[in-house]
């Protein structure tokens, strides 16, 4: 199943140097990492705002009612494992502590 699971933007970290990714570190249940807002370039996302993040990518922003909705939702539907299990393998890694 593929899943979009909600994360709070803790930090926005710029521009990396390498290229044009713009990267935020998030909290997404308990786990920071760092998330690319490049799909959301017209309206960047700051520090305390909301994203729906699939495969480390911020999708869309959303009020954090949303958030604690989908967090509820996934954990009654059982999801939170699976949910986890995919912030773990987001491939742009660990945000520094």
Request: charged fraction near 25%; proline fraction near 3%.
């Amino acid at each position: 199943m593929c899943l979009a699971i909600p994360g709070k933007i803790l930090e926005t970290t710029g521009q990396d140097s390498n290229d044009d990714m713009h990267l935020a570190v998030v909290d997404v249940m308990g786990v920071r990492r760092k998330v690319d807002l490049s799909l959301l370039i017209d309206d960047l996302p700051v520090a305390g705002d909301w994203v729906l993040i699939h495969v480390g990518f911020a999708m869309s922003k959303i009020s954090q009612e949303q958030a604690q909705d989908t967090l509820r939702i996934l954990d009654t539907l059982g999801e939170s494992d699976a949910a986890f299990e995919e912030v773990q393998g987001y491939g742009l890694g660990e945000a520094p502590s």
